[in-house]
């Protein structure tokens, strides 16, 4: 697969869910295509580039959505382990090491990118479809951001997902529009 059919087309196969689930899946869905769009016809230093003051890329955002929806279907299913314990214990090394998921490394390239995001994005979507209860809840794990012994239902996962991936999808195409003009919608 090239580059430009990762960012043009949709990688997900229809579910085969209706109702709530379908919507939920939809919605994602519609999300991750303009964030993958912004990426169309960029090669991997464009990809790499800081276009404004922030310290994002286009193949970071993309790795950092990745990253947290893989995150946060490991929680669905396997509760905080998969968040990698208390984020109030965290050190420098491991702040830098998150870090690197919002730039592009040396040895990374936005066809691996794409490729990494595309399997999750089937992962993820799998989930849904078979999980028995969107109602189910797993414990937060200790972060300055989360109320302590709060729960989080997957469907609240689901739509933290989907905010997530909106919310960068929008980032993305600013720092695309400040690289060369294009843009995703408009």
């Known amino acids: 697969m090239t580059v430009d059919e990762a960012t043009t087309r949709d990688l997900s196969p229809a579910p085969a869910v209706t109702g709530e689930r379908a919507d939920l899946l939809a919605m994602l869905a519609k999300h991750r295509h303009f ?3 912004t990426t169309r016809d960029l090669s991997d230093e464009q990809a790499g580039r800081r276009t404004t003051t922030s310290e994002l890329c286009l193949g970071g955002l993309i790795k950092h959505v990745t990253s947290a929806e893989r995150t946060w279907v490991g929680f669905i299913l396997d509760g905080k382990s998969a968040m990698g314990g208390d984020f109030t214990d ?3 090394a491991d ?21 990494d995001y595309a399997d999750v994005a089937r992962r993820t979507d799998e989930v849904v479809t078979t999980l028995p209860d969107l109602d189910a809840t797993q414990e937060l794990p200790k972060a300055p951001w989360f109320q302590p012994e709060n729960r989080w239902s997957a469907r609240r996962v689901l739509m933290h997902i989907i905010t997530e991936t909106a919310q960068h999808a929008g980032h993305a195409d600013i720092i695309r529009e400040s ?3 294009a843009k995703s919608m408009g």
């Open 95 to 115: 702040w830098a090491r998150r870090a690197d998921e919002f730039r592009m490394l040396p040895d990374e390239t936005l066809a691996g990118v794409l490729t």
């Open 35 to 37: 964030l993958r769009f």
């Open 90 to 92: 965290m050190t420098e």
């Open 179 to 181: 690289l060369d003009g």
